[in-house]
């Protein structure tokens, strides 16, 4: 049996995280991805991201705070450890600090603070229920800053993938994530 999931992208930024099985014994994804109308991206250009932190399963955190200026949330968590590139979900906060399971690239301000995009209106303040999960974000060693369709695989084990597009061009980048049903690593 095989496990296939596809993600579509069609403007600049990331698709969904696709979490896998990562405590599959003989781990292997398989990865292609294409443009939707089988032409190259054009202009643009895209990449595939890994994360070995479940997006699904991690645990909560509650930040110190989340405030909005305009269009930047900024979070304060102490010795939060992440790198600018790394992703946040944030959820239980309302609007606009709150964003969904795609999550949103961060941007480091120092060890206990960075900030994410968010649209310029709704609350300046997360409410006290506010919840976060980080991901450490890393570039697939090989399919990056490419421009037409690309097969690849990975053979340790990550916890999640998705497609980014680096730099806009035409059409809709098409992800397909293909994992082989096998045991469990003991």
């Not at 969904?16 to 643009?44: C, E, I």
């Not at 649209?119 to 999960?133: D, K």
């Not at 490419?146 to 993938?161: I, N, W």
């Amino acid at each position: 049996m095989r496990t296939e999931v596809v993600v579509s992208l069609a403007a600049l930024g990331a698709s969904a995280w696709v979490p896998v099985n990562y405590h599959q014994r003989n781990f292997k994804l398989s990865l292609a991805a294409t443009m939707d109308n089988g032409a190259a991206l054009g202009t643009g250009t895209w990449k595939i991201q890994l994360t070995d932190d479940d997006p699904n399963l991690s645990l909560p955190i509650t930040p110190t705070s989340i405030t909005r200026a305009a269009a930047v949330a900024t979070v304060v968590q102490p010795g939060h450890g992440l790198r600018t590139g790394d992703c946040v979900i944030v959820f239980g906060s309302g609007d606009p600090v709150n964003l969904d399971t795609q999550g949103s690239d961060v941007t480091v301000v120092d060890a206990n603070t960075y900030t994410y995009a968010v649209p310029n209106a709704g609350l300046l303040a997360a409410l006290p229920t506010v919840r976060l999960i980080t991901l450490r974000v890393l570039d697939h060693a090989t399919m990056t800053g490419l421009t037409v369709a690309t097969y690849g695989s990975l053979e340790d084990p990550v916890r999640a993938v998705r497609s980014r597009v680096t730099v806009a061009g035409a059409g809709n980048l098409r992800l397909v994530v293909t994992q082989a049903q096998g045991g469990t690593g003991g």
